[in-house]
């Protein structure tokens, strides 16, 4: 959070991951990983909003959302929503709409 705070930017790995949470979140998966990491990043829009996703999408990635166990998720999830006001960036703001994440009500 510190370098997106700082740099204002994500790297090319996390603008794709911001990018590919867009579509994770819209679209329908069959497979074990992508239906945990959907359900990760749809409780994380639920509770802590757009900006969060692309927070965690850049951040985490989907093979280390995959890698947590259900506790472990559902722990971050917390701890993302509680930390929403200092995690909040117009910049991550703006790469969500960028990526075209709806607003908490949209999804």
């Known amino acids: 959070m510190e370098n997106i705070k700082i740099l204002g930017r994500l790297d ?3 603008t794709k991951l911001a990018a590919s949470a867009a579509a ?3 679209t329908k998966t069959n497979n074990r990983e992508g239906r ?7 409780d994380i829009h639920r509770q802590c909003g757009p900006e969060q996703v692309v927070l965690c ?3 985490l990635g989907k093979q280390r959302v995959v ?4 506790k472990e998720r559902t722990w971050l999830v917390q701890y993302v929503k ?9 910049f991550l703001h703006a790469v969500a709409q960028e990526c075209q994440i709806p607003e ?3 999804l």
């Open 104 to 106: 908490r009500d949209g």
């Open 24 to 26: 994770v979140l819209n």
């Open 36 to 42: 945990i990491s959907q359900t990760f990043l749809r």
């Open 57 to 59: 999408a850049a951040g």
């Open 82 to 90: 509680s930390c929403a006001v200092i995690f909040a960036s117009p």
């Open 12 to 14: 090319a790995k996390g």
């Open 67 to 70: 890698c947590l166990n259900n």
